[in-house]
């Protein structure tokens, strides 16, 4: 079945270091790749959105110069935490999803997630 | 208002027990809904998507209730592996996705 690779899985870091997470989609082509955060005991919440090829959509609240987001090819999306903070410590969950199938239906995959630890 | 609502639980049951999670949600044009499962520390897996008619696959049962907004989830026959959180999910405005906070479920021997 399809599947996303999400890399690493687990960071730990000192505060003010840039940690950049990767999210591949293995055997599809993801026209959209969306950024989640969940903290502890709390939901999954999206971050941004974005299409290949074009700047990220951010949801409101989430600050773009802090979390950069590239979505260079069909395969592969970014997510860049700049000068991370104790307070950034979250896991992050990357989906992707492909183009409709013969049914219509667009199926969404989910990464395995980054747990990230900043100290 | 939170797009969905869960109750987090925990609902702890016995081996064999039935049990139901309801969900709410505020965007009354949704189309699509889902029942995630997620274990601790993993990301989330698709269990069921919810259908208008209501639909059915094994042990759980998901109900979708258009005119008062909820969603609901029925697990039947309780094993120790369904213990996990379930994660309401609705797709909104723009194909996109929003989680319910969760709802805890731990079943006993």
């Known amino acids: 079945g399809a599947v996303v690779s999400q890399h690493p899985s687990w960071v730990i870091c000192k505060s003010g270091t840039s940690v950049k997470i990767e999210c591949r989609s293995l055997d599809f082509q993801a026209t959209t790749m969306f950024w989640y955060r969940q903290f502890p005991k709390q939901s999954l919440m999206l971050m941004a959105t974005?299409?290949?090829?074009?700047?990220?959509?951010?949801e409101q609240g989430v600050e773009k110069d802090k979390f950069l987001i590239n979505h260079a090819s069909l395969t592969l999306s970014t997510l860049t935490v700049t000068s991370a903070h104790p307070e950034d410590s979250s896991f992050y969950i990357c989906?992707?999803?492909?183009?409709?199938?013969?049914?219509?239906?667009?199926?969404?995959?989910f990464g395995d997630g980054t747990r990230l630890s900043i100290l | 208002r939170k797009e969905v609502e869960q109750d987090p639980g925990p609902f702890n049951v016995p081996e064999g027990a039935t049990v139901a999670f309801n969900c709410t949600y505020s965007n009354s044009a949704s189309q699509s809904f889902f029942w995630y499962r997620q274990d601790c520390r993993k990301e989330p897996k698709l269990l069921m998507s919810?259908?208008?008619s209501g639909n059915e696959d094994g042990r759980f049962t998901a109900q979708l209730n258009r005119a008062s907004q909820y969603i609901s989830l029925l697990i039947r026959d309780s094993k120790l592996s369904d213990s996990a959180t379930y994660l309401c999910?609705?797709?909104?405005?723009?194909?996109?996705?929003?989680f319910g906070s969760g709802t805890k479920l731990n079943v006993k021997p």
């Open positions: 974005s299409n290949e090829g074009s700047k990220a959509t951010y």
């Open positions: 919810v259908y208008s």
């Open positions: 989906s992707a999803r492909g183009k409709p199938g013969p049914s219509g239906m667009q199926p969404q995959h």
């Open positions: 999910v609705v797709k909104g405005n723009f194909n996109k996705f929003y």
